[in-house]
T-cell receptor, first 113, second 112 residues
Framework: KQEVTQIPAALSVPEGENLVLNCSFTDSAIYNLQWFRQDPGKGLTSLLLIQSSQREQTSGRLNASLDKSSGRSTLYIAASQPGDSATYLCAVRPAGGGNKLTFGTGTQLKVEL | DGGITQSPKYLFRKEGQNVTLSCEQNLNHDAMYWYRQDPGQGLRLIYY???????QKGDIAEGYSVSREKKESFPLTVTSAQKNPTAFYLC???????????FGPGTRLTVL
């Protein structure tokens, strides 16, 4: 059974700092991995999706990497801003595709002025 | 304005009552999903539907029921058989079953 872990559970950084969020998964047979952002009391917003054949994806100040063989993904946020404060979740889809995403519990990020 | 809507935003229920949560999308997506989110836990899949008039159980379907009579609508009923229904419920949709899922704003259900 796939398990997804995100460490740390919470992180507080000063504005302007570059930071890395971690996601690890136990079964490397994945189809893709997705990073989401969730603001308090709101739904999820998709940030980046990495296919199993890809090593990284970039969008603006965000860069997500994938090392499938070691079961790890990282989300790099450059020059963090207070508006980046949110919970970041990763989710993996099993090899063969299909509907069932397995989510991590998230990292709650706070960027302070 | 395309998107997914969920209503109500907050819902209160007495023990023993059934309640229905609404989810509507105008994205013309075939697949729709219901998740439950509890503090300190990842999202867990309740039910999903790949096409109208068809749906499958997810990991925690007990105490829940769904219908998919229209492409744009996927209501979730929380029945009195659900032992611990207080949670944040999220609906999502996608073009196909391997595509990016887009989420609604969620409904917070509290059982009094």
């Amino acid at each position: 059974k796939q398990e997804v872990t995100q460490i740390p559970a919470a992180l507080s950084v000063p504005e302007g700092e570059n930071l890395v969020l971690n996601c690890s998964f136990t079964d490397s047979a994945i189809y893709n991995l997705q990073w989401f952002r969730q603001d308090p009391g709101k739904g999820l917003t998709s940030l980046l999706l990495i296919q199993s054949s890809q090593r990284e994806q970039t969008s603006g100040r965000l860069n997500a990497s994938l090392d499938k063989s070691s079961g790890r993904s990282t989300l790099y946020i450059a020059a963090s801003q207070p508006g980046d404060s949110a919970t970041y979740l990763c989710a993996v889809r099993p090899a063969g595709g299909g509907n069932k995403l397995t989510f991590g519990t998230g990292t709650q990020l706070k960027v302070e002025l | 304005d395309g998107g997914i809507t969920q209503s109500p935003k907050y819902l209160f229920r007495k023990e023993g009552q059934n309640v229905t949560l609404s989810c509507e999308q105008n994205l013309n997506h075939d697949a729709m999903y219901w998740y439950r989110q509890d503090p300190g836990q990842g999202l867990r899949l309740i039910y999903y539907s790949q096409i109208v008039n068809d749906f499958q159980k997810g990991d925690i379907a007990e105490g829940y029921s769904v219908s998919r009579e229209k492409k744009e609508s996927f209501p979730l009923t929380v029945t009195s058989a659900q032992k611990n229904p207080t949670a944040f419920y999220l609906c999502a949709s996608s073009i196909g079953d391997t595509d990016t899922q887009y989420f609604g704003p969620g409904t917070r259900l509290t059982v009094l």
